[in-house]
């Protein structure tokens, strides 16, 4: 069997989704089981498959390392360079009489030793009356801190030497050299910090052995420090003994290809079961993969580098964005489908799927089909945090039956994940722009008739604005009554005679009397009259108009013929056999709904404008002419519309046209006596 090329498409999209997705699909470094200190063990019991350390947590380990901090003696050694330094640096700066009497002071106490400051050894871990050297042959010797003198007692010593007397410049000197001072019995660093690991390293190390075959933590146990540890120990062993595993490495990668190609194939099958048109088209098809792949690599990047950092990301704007551009089933149906990939590697599995089905159904409800306005999606991202806040506390007291378990931090995590939900205006502004859909909320921005096209078309073609505006309402209803997307049907009409603009006179509706047309061929008037759609086409696409509205200016009379100058043209030449070609519209025929019920309301507002005759039957009976011409000429042919979809268009526009053109009372003249 051949396959199309939308197959081949769906095949390679889905294809490289897959890789991408399983070669950042979290591996052995992350964690098979999500727990928590203080939360119960939901899963069955653990039994160790090997012999397991058991490690102390780190409660204990901080709690012995502070007791150890609090008596350790620390290791100083001796700089034998500073007391030279010193002494040169009084014998170059003093006379020679407070020089000498210097070099006796600096002498005596640089001999003996000087230990840093006071303030410097409160700093210090461990005691301060006691220190430690390392003499050469790897010997330590203790001496008492009363056996040397300090920093301070040596600059003390040596201003004692600014007698009465001292002149200015000998004071100055001597203040300079006194704050030059330095110890030479200096702190050891690197020897205190080996001897304080060594003599903590009873306190870190193995406390016992879970043996292979005993169990490591029962279904239900509320986690301890320590199970937490066991847990962390049981991980790291099991990802060193599978990395080591060729077969154990391939099997793994193997079972997530599988299961993330299910997951989009189950999406593809969806797609062309219930939204046929969206599966076939390569753009709607390309977008919903991409928007499931880069929130699946956001939610695996998140998870990395914060722990539970998948709670953070806002996939509620999938269902939105999923809403705004096709339809609410398909939106909570692609939102099931994210959260199910993301569960893979979520900690709190059930508790995850939980709150994103809350925050995407609590999305796609609170928004009511459509997105008119920026104001909609703050309140949506607040309707979320409700219910993600209110389904994490329903997890909680269905698996603890307490609020102790609230994480602090997923509350705050929930809170940001509502925040960035109303950012899902600025992704569905990127994918408009990048996949050239169109939302409500442009469809709304673009039938502002203040919009620039719309007020040249005010401006420069006030009869052909009136006949636009006109033929929005009628289409706007009937639209609203079959279900078509009526904000499209609505700006679609506006714009859809743009192109008269080129020449605003050779229409009726703008002409004021003059006819330009009494002076042309008819094949020349007919090509002026069919050539205001590919200006409208010109025009849109200079103005950046979305494809969707352009489809409407080239559908609206889609392969018809300009009847009125082709059958002039017949009758000047009855003898001739009449190529229809020069007076026929470049087309292509409607190929929506939405462009259907705007050729239908185009020709009936503008044949209305002739009757003479308003009354509910004469309007009836030009209705059903007009749009049975049609069909018999087979314009509606391309479109999806269906012949009960046409039925209650026609009452739709009868009833409309009769709103439009009712009777009026006629108010009587003033009495002379008024």
Request: hydrophobic share 45%; proline share 5%; charged share 20%.
């Amino acid at each position: 069997m051949k396959l199309s090329s939308q197959q081949y498409f769906r095949i390679i999209v889905i294809a490289i989704a897959t890789a991408v997705m399983t070669y950042f699909c979290p591996r052995h470094e992350q964690s098979h089981y999500k727990y928590e200190v203080g939360r119960p063990w939901s899963y069955a019991q653990l039994i160790a498959p090997f012999d397991m350390p058991i490690r102390p947590d780190s409660a204990s380990i901080l709690r012995a390392s502070d007791s150890l901090r609090r008596v350790f003696i620390p290791f100083f050694r001796r700089d034998d360079s500073v007391m030279p330094e010193m002494i040169d640096s009084v014998n170059s700066q003093l006379n020679p009489l407070h020089a000498t009497m210097a070099t006796a002071i600096l002498t005596e106490y640089y001999e003996r030793g000087v230990l840093p400051s006071a303030e410097e050894l409160e700093s210090l871990a461990g005691r301060t009356d006691s220190l430690r050297f390392i003499s050469r042959g790897n010997v330590i010797s203790r001496q008492s801190t009363a056996h040397y003198y300090t920093l301070e007692r040596l600059q003390q010593a040596m201003a004692s030497l600014s007698g009465p007397g001292s002149d200015a410049g000998h004071v100055f000197k001597l203040g300079t050299l006194v704050s030059m001072l330095r110890p030479n019995v200096l702190y050891d660093t690197v020897q205190s910090k080996v001897m304080f690991d060594q003599a903590l390293l009873p306190f870190t190390s193995a406390s016992g052995v879970i043996q292979k075959g005993q169990s490591i933590i029962n279904k239900g146990h509320v986690i301890t420090p320590q199970d937490h540890i066991n847990l962390r120990t049981y991980e790291e062993m099991l990802a060193k003994e599978k990395s080591e595993n060729f077969e154990s490495n391939f099997l793994l990668i193997l079972g997530q290809g599988a299961f993330v190609l299910m997951v989009l194939l189950f999406i593809t099958v969806y797609l062309r079961s219930f939204e046929a048109s969206v599966a076939d088209d390569k753009r709607s098809f390309l977008a919903i993969i991409l928007m499931v792949t880069v929130f699946y690599l956001f939610g695996v990047t998140m998870n990395h580098f914060i722990e539970n950092g998948v709670y953070i990301v806002p996939f509620a704007i999938v269902p939105i964005l999923i809403l705004v551009f096709f339809d609410g089933r398909t939106a909570l149906f692609i939102h099931i489908m994210c959260t199910t990939l993301c569960a893979a590697f979520a900690p709190f599995t059930l508790e995850f799927i939980f709150l994103q089905l809350s925050a995407g159904c609590a999305a796609v409800f609170s928004l009511e089909k459509q997105i008119s306005k920026r104001s909609q999606l703050l309140r949506t991202a607040g309707i979320v945090a409700i219910a993600m806040l209110a389904s994490y506390t329903a997890m909680e007291l269905l698996l603890n039956g307490s609020f102790q378990g609230i994480s602090k931090h997923l509350i705050t995590y929930i809170i940001i994940n509502a925040v960035l939900v109303s950012f899902a205006y600025v992704l569905m502004f990127v994918f408009e722009k990048i996949f050239g859909f169109i939302s409500v909320v442009t469809l709304v921005e673009l039938a502002d008739i203040n919009h620039p096209l719309l007020r040249q078309l005010s401006d420069e073609c006030p009869g052909t604005f009136q006949h636009s505006m006109a033929v929005s309402n009628l289409a706007t209803d009937a639209a609203a009554r079959i279900g078509a997307n009526v904000q499209l049907v609505r700006a679609g009409s506006l714009y859809h005679d743009i192109g008269k603009i080129s020449n605003p006179a050779f229409f009726t509706e703008n002409q004021s009397g003059v006819n330009p047309h009494e002076a042309l061929p008819p094949e020349q008037s007919a090509r002026i009259v069919i050539n205001h759609v590919t200006d409208g086409v010109q025009r849109a696409e200079k103005a950046k108009l979305p494809r969707e509205i352009i489809d409407f200016i080239k559908e609206h009379h889609g392969a018809g013929k300009a009847k009125y100058f082709y059958y002039s043209y017949c009758k000047q030449h009855p003898d001739t056999q009449v190529d229809p070609a020069p007076f026929t519209y470049p087309g292509p025929n409607p190929r929506s709904r939405e462009t259907s019920i705007l050729m239908m309301a185009d020709s009936v507002e503008a044949a209305s404008r002739s009757l003479s005759d308003h009354s509910p039957e004469a309007l009836a009976e030009l209705v059903n002419k007009i749009i049975d011409g049609q069909i018999a000429e087979g314009l509606h042919n391309d479109s999806p519309i269906s012949f009960r979809d046409i039925s209650t268009i026609k009452e739709a526009f009868v009833r409309r046209l009769k709103t439009m053109y009712h009777s009026r009372i006629t108010y009587p003249e003033a009495p002379k006596n008024s």
